[in-house]
């Protein structure tokens, strides 16, 4: 995901896990960030704990895309998901979807952490 949106123009900081992802979000030094990618099974924090935590960063706070395998018809989503997107995916969705989420700015394609 990293390569596909930083082959189109689009500024991403990778985070290994929820930890970080968190840290840097609410680091007063990075961001402002528009949205979050957001895989719900990943190791240590999982993607429902990170939701759970998300919104307590300070404003604005970043959409959050939800990427996952799982059925996102038979899982109930908290309200500041912005979108999901199923895996297996085609690039070009991930990238369609991002634009969307992505506040415009002058002469800056956005950021996706």
């Known amino acids: ?11 991403v900081t990778e985070a ?3 930890d970080e992802a968190l840290a ?12 979050v990618l957001l895989d719900l099974m990943m190791p240590g924090m999982s993607g429902w704990s990170f939701l759970e935590r998300h919104g307590t960063t300070r ?40 634009a969307r989420h992505i506040r415009p700015t002058a002469g800056d394609a956005g950021s996706a952490s």
């Open 59 to 98: 404003p604005p706070v970043p959409a959050v895309i939800v990427i996952t395998a799982l059925d996102p018809l038979g899982v109930r989503l908290p309200k500041n998901v912005a979108a999901v997107l199923r895996k297996p995916f085609q690039a070009a969705d991930l990238v369609r979807l991002v």
């Open 24 to 35: 840097l979000l609410w680091d007063s030094k990075g961001g402002p960030w528009d949205v």
């Open 16 to 18: 290994s896990d929820g």
């Open 1 to 11: 995901m990293v390569t596909v949106l930083t082959d189109v123009g689009y500024a």
